[in-house]
């Protein structure tokens, strides 16, 4: 059973900043892509940013340019910057880790809470 862990949610004031970290039990020579998504409360989850193998990155209009995703050394875990937080970033941050095969697994969550 793969296992998927975030951690580094809490509670932030607006213009602060947050890491989020994913750790993975997955061989990292069988994770194809790792990707952050999250979840507001009504809302549906949406797709935060990503980064393949390769060291690819890709992210949502929303976060580009204040949120920075990386996995040092391509091994198993990646992270999630998250500069001049705003209010609208409330969310559950859940990390998903992608296997060649097209396997799919995921954390439990983590919530970020922006507010002054």
């Known amino acids: 059973q793969v296992q998927v862990a975030e951690s580094g949610g809490g509670l932030v004031q607006p213009g602060g900043s947050l890491r989020l970290s994913c750790t993975t039990s997955?061989?990292?020579?069988?994770?194809?892509?790792m990707r952050w998504y999250r979840q507001a409360p009504g809302y549906q989850r949406e797709l935060v940013a990503s980064?393949?193998?390769?060291?690819?990155?890709n992210y949502a209009d929303s976060v580009r340019g204040r949120f920075t995703i990386s996995r040092p050394g391509g091994g198993d875990t990646m992270y999630l910057q998250m500069n001049s937080l705003k209010p609208d970033d409330t969310a559950v941050y859940y990390c998903?880790?992608?296997?060649?095969?097209?396997?799919?697994?995921w954390g439990q969550g983590t919530q970020v809470t922006v507010s002054s």
């Open positions: 998903n880790v992608r296997a060649y095969t097209g396997a799919q697994h």
């Open positions: 997955m061989g990292i020579s069988f994770i194809n892509l």
């Open positions: 980064i393949s193998n390769g060291g690819t990155t």
